[in-house]
Nanobody, 120 residues
């Protein structure tokens, strides 16, 4: 079992930045980690992922160049640095642990989500 707790969401003006954190506990060894988001009226979408082995990262086209995912395995924490935010980034952001590569983004465990609201 893996438990995930997100933090760092909030209200920010367009063009601003936020850093989300995801603290993991339990049997975290070997899991790839990812961030997903769910906006009202839209389906949940993949945002970014980082492999357990090698640390390779993947990003949705909509966030490339603006968002950066990183992980500190010693602290069992994953981060999502979000810069140049736009109102289109408004959503509930979820952290997930599972198997993620270029073709697969499978979350086996999910956090409760943190709200990010970007005002224009």
């Amino acid at each position: 079992q893996v438990q995930l707790v997100e933090s760092g969401g909030g209200l920010v003006q367009a063009g601003g930045s936020l850093r989300l954190s995801c603290a993991a506990s339990g049997r975290t060894f070997g899991y790839d980690m990812g961030w997903f988001r769910h906006a009202p009226g839209k389906e949940r979408e993949f945002v970014a992922a980082i492999r357990w082995t090698g640390g390779r990262t993947y990003y949705a086209d909509s966030v490339k160049g603006r968002f950066t995912i990183s992980r500190d395995n010693a602290k069992n924490t994953v981060y999502l640095q979000m810069n140049s935010l736009t109102p289109e980034d408004t959503a509930v952001y979820y952290c997930a642990a599972g198997f993620m590569n270029a073709a697969t983004r499978r979350g086996d465990y999910w956090g409760q989500g943190t709200q990010v609201t970007v005002s224009s």
